[in-house]
């Protein structure tokens, strides 16, 4: 892509713009493709979708252009309608992407948890996963959270549904932990993961690496969940 001239661009806009830029770094994708891989079609559609997660996560579901994408695929904007028929049917592409990357995610790490692990642990390694896949590992996630509620009904089903499935992994491991004793009896278990999970979600609005590590984030999240849950 040529470089924007210093006249078409005035030095005081530039600065601005390359302060966002870095203000909020792209993601690494959770499992990047070999350069290689797919045909250059099926490359070019993966990198617009990568370009619309990050502009997505970044702006919102109200301020995402597709110029800005095709800026960030370094494509021409009309190239994105051989991909996807509107700006929504990408959107809901990325927004269905995200939850159920962080699914999968939080099920193959509870999947390699050692054997006979306490239940409360359990809730602790699905925190680190949470915010790690949040915050760290892929824009498509971020996308998803922090728009989530967003977007209209037509094409929001898809996300919905998977956000549910989800759900229903959380309320495994707090059902299972109350069961167990691991949690305080005076507690509401379904009351207590939503408490939690709404805060987990949250931490994309407010965390950026300025304000701290993301490893002193997990601890501090997990420690505030394992203080409040076990029983005394």
Do not use: C
């Amino acid at each position: 892509m040529p470089r924007k001239t210093a006249t078409a661009t005035p030095p005081k806009v530039a600065a601005k713009k390359a302060a966002s830029r870095t203000a909020v770094p792209k993601k690494a994708a959770a499992k990047k493709a070999p350069a290689d891989s797919g045909t250059k079609s099926e490359r070019t559609r993966q990198r617009v979708l990568d370009a619309a997660a990050h502009v997505l996560s970044v702006k919102g579901y109200a301020g995402m252009r597709l110029s800005d994408v095709a800026e960030e695929a370094e494509l021409q904007a009309p190239a994105i309608y051989y991909y996807f028929k509107s700006r929504e049917d990408l959107i809901e592409e990325v927004m269905y992407s995200g939850i159920a990357a962080m699914r999968q995610h939080l099920v193959e790490v509870l999947d390699a948890a050692p054997d006979g692990i306490d239940p409360l642990e359990r809730i602790l390694l699905a925190v680190d996963a949470h915010l790690r896949h949040e915050l760290e590992i892929s824009d498509y996630t971020t996308a998803s959270i922090r728009n989530a509620g967003q977007l209209p009904d037509a094409i929001n089903k898809r996300q919905q549904a998977e956000t549910k499935k989800y759900g229903e992994i959380w309320r495994d491991l707090f059902t299972r932990a109350s069961a167990d004793g691991a949690i305080r009896t005076d507690l509401d278990p379904y009351l207590a993961q939503m408490l939690v999970m709404g805060a987990l979600n949250w931490a994309a609005e407010w965390w950026s690496p300025r304000r701290g590590s993301l490893d002193t984030v997990v601890e501090t999240a997990q420690s505030i969940v394992r203080n409040g849950l076990a029983p005394a």
